[in-house]
């Protein structure tokens, strides 16, 4: 079946870190792949995604390739800031008659002192 | 535009009842999609409605069922109550649930069974 292989965490970082946050899936196929992020007490929001391989999704600083020969689509960042601490999910959708189903990752929590 | 909201944000209830859930989409969505959220299992897709139709259902007991109506607006029922239905369930809206559609989600309702 369909799955999606987060690196454990938490993560923490000081504030202007590099991240990177690793995401590897099972799928037949060809997947979209997204990362969404949830803050506390809140539900998920839409960081990205990507519908091809070799595409590039990016937003807020936030950019991840869809990698088809290593089955990835790993999370980076630049320079982290306090207010990106939250918990992160890689998701994907199968295609074919997956209509509205996205398979998630375990979630990564992400800390960023200052 | 305004985004997914659902009601009510907090339920508590107690074994053996029935509980329901609503969720309306961002305006012009057809598609929405039902997730339960858990410390231990993550995130699981329940099942997904496109113009009032099922076309996609996850791997949760017959308690679990929903529904939608004409304005695309949806509900989900769970009867029989068991602690471990204990969880923030999250709907999600999309265009038209196609693999390459983000989804939207909306702030959760947070349903507490004793």
């Known amino acids: 079946g369909n799955s999606v292989t987060q690196m454990e965490g938490p993560v923490t970082l000081s504030e202007e870190a590099f991240l990177t946050i690793n995401c590897t899936y099972t799928?037949?196929?060809?997947?979209?792949l997204f990362w969404y992020v949830q803050y506390p007490g809140e539900g998920l929001q839409l960081l990205l995604k990507?519908?091809?391989?070799?595409d590039k999704g990016s937003n807020k600083g936030f950019e991840a390739t869809y990698r088809k020969e290593t089955t990835s689509f790993h999370l980076e960042k630049g320079s982290v800031q306090v207010s990106d601490s939250a918990v992160y999910f890689c998701a994907l959708n199968a295609g074919g008659t997956s209509y509205g189903k996205l398979t998630f990752g375990q979630g990564t929590i992400l800390t960023v002192h200052p | 535009k305004a985004g997914v909201t659902q009601t009510p944000r907090y339920l508590i209830k107690t074994r053996g009842q029935q509980v329901t859930l609503s969720c309306s989409p961002i305006?012009?969505?057809?598609?929405v999609s039902w997730y339960q959220q858990t410390p231990g299992q993550g995130l699981q897709f329940l099942f997904e409605?496109?113009?009032?139709?099922?076309?996609n259902k996850g791997n949760f007991p017959g308690r679990f069922s929903g529904r939608q109506f004409s304005n695309s607006r949806s509900e989900m029922n769970v009867s029989t109550l068991e602690l471990g239905d204990s969880a923030l369930y999250l709907c999600?809206?999309?265009?038209?649930?196609?693999?390459?559609?983000?989804?939207?989600f909306g702030p959760g309702t947070r349903l507490t069974v004793t």
């Open positions: 409605y496109f113009s009032e139709t099922q076309r």
């Open positions: 305006s012009g969505h057809r598609s």
């Open positions: 999600a809206s999309s265009s038209t649930g196609g693999f390459s559609y983000e989804q939207y």
């Open positions: 990507a519908t091809k391989a070799d």
């Open positions: 799928a037949t196929g060809y997947p979209s």
